[in-house]
């Protein structure tokens, strides 16, 4: 049976992308019941304050120096939790010995577009079958807008795992170069910040003969609050800690089946 259940939703974070998902919410069958945002006196208030009992799910879009503490409060609500916010993930162990993850639910991610996370597959088997020819050279460049916190980006992070585990005779990635050449075990991610910029993340690969450049750009974030929002929906099935772009094909079928 088709899974068609309005899904409540407690939303922390009312930035650019809070708006943006509480936009998307109706096209994916959810409802956002409360809002949390320190920053703006109308939704300045705790979780103790907010409508937490009454929702199915949360989702978190803040700041990287404040997403850990969100986190880690949040889940003591026994409510599944969504983080879409970069820059935390070095303390992913640490919730885990704080939390019980068979009872209780947290999917993060640097990425929740749906296209991003076909790209990953992409890149997958490209850096694979491109390296593999042992002709050609790989970098990457990755821009965000201005305003965006950490650099490089999640994103470019989780491409740049991918280049490791895939593409042969690379084993380090170099964000900053330093002034310094690149080792031949070496490939480089560079960063761009500009303007509004959604996101644009390119996987060049250069031999003697030709360039091969994958590129993938975002027209705007309402694909990042689809996706968001799908894992919304999937997050209330499921327990454990995920990361989205591991779990991708399924909140894909849950979605399918929402409909």
Not at 162 to 174: A, P, S, Y
Not at 192 to 215: L, M, N, P, T, V
């Amino acid at each position: 049976m088709s899974d068609v259940r309005k899904i409540k939703i407690l939303l922390i974070g009312y930035g650019n992308m809070g708006h943006i998902i509480e936009n998307e919410a109706i096209s994916i069958n959810c409802d956002i019941i409360d809002i949390i945002e320190p920053k703006d006196n109308k939704y300045n208030k705790t979780l103790d304050n907010s409508k937490i009992n009454e929702c199915d799910a949360i989702i978190e879009f803040t700041h990287p120096i404040y997403a850990f503490n969100i986190i880690d409060n949040a889940l003591k609500y026994n409510k599944p939790v969504i983080s879409g916010t970069t820059g935390w993930f070095h303390k992913i162990e640490e919730l885990k010995k704080k939390h019980n993850f068979t009872t209780s639910t947290l999917i993060y991610g640097s990425n929740y577009s749906i296209g991003m996370n076909l790209f990953y597959q992409i890149i997958n088997y490209s850096s694979k079958l491109i390296g593999d020819t042992n002709l050609y050279d790989i970098y990457g460049i990755e821009a965000h807008h201005k305003k965006k916190a950490d650099s490089p980006s999640g994103t470019a992070k989780i491409l740049s795992e991918i280049i490791l585990n895939t593409f042969q005779g690379k084993e380090k990635v170099r964000y900053d170069l330093n002034n310094q050449a690149l080792e031949t075990n070496e490939f480089s991610f560079t960063s761009i910040r500009a303007g509004e910029i959604s996101g644009k993340h390119q996987i060049g690969f250069d031999s003697i003969f030709d360039e091969i450049e994958i590129k993938h750009s975002a027209k705007s974030r309402r694909g990042f609050a689809i996706g968001a929002l799908m894992a919304a929906r999937y997050a209330c099935k499921i327990k454990g800690i995920h990361n989205f772009k591991d779990i991708f094909s399924e909140v894909m079928l849950n979605a399918t089946q929402s409909h």
